[in-house]
């Protein structure tokens, strides 16, 4: 079942079978030996609550000077593992069938994680929708509007769910409020993986 609305988010919810999951977190964490899971620290010098690495050409980066992407992890130096195709198979099916995606981002909840409401704006074109998949435990994920103002609803994102930020909701605000500790046992030592992807150029 698709979950839509004409805004252009949509939600399906139990998109990947669980033989899926259990694979593309095998992958993403055989990836991340490579790219190592850190800490980003924000502009404002604040470690964020997640860990993070990245997939594919481009990879999203914060530090004191600001948001964006570079080609190479932060700490090795060197450039970020190729994209899964798992996850290029759904871009191409459900976000862009034309255009790939040259960024993957890997977002780590552990049970204390959060996001905090933000806009997806780091890119060079909006006209790309953005696309997140949910592996693992169980998320409350807040969705609001373009001014940080707007209301908001909240829903729960489950492990295998993938869901689509495009048109005008490509520009929502959206967060994750929090993370609820034990509803899947497919992340080693608990917690959630986020997989949101982008094209950044």
Sequence with gaps: MTVSTTTGFRLWPGKLTPEAQASLVAEVLALSQTAPLYRPITPGGKAMSVETTNFGPLGWFTDARGYRYQAEHPQTGQPWPAIPQTLL???ADLADPKTPPDACLVNLYR????????????????SFPVLSVSLGDTAVFRLGGPKRTDPTRSMRLSSGDVCLLAGEARLFHHGVDRILAGSSRLIPGGGRINLTLRRAA
């Design 111 to 126: 049970h204390e994680a959060r996001m905090g409401l933000h806009q997806d704006k780091d890119e060079a074109d909006f």
């Design 89 to 91: 198979d759904l871009w």
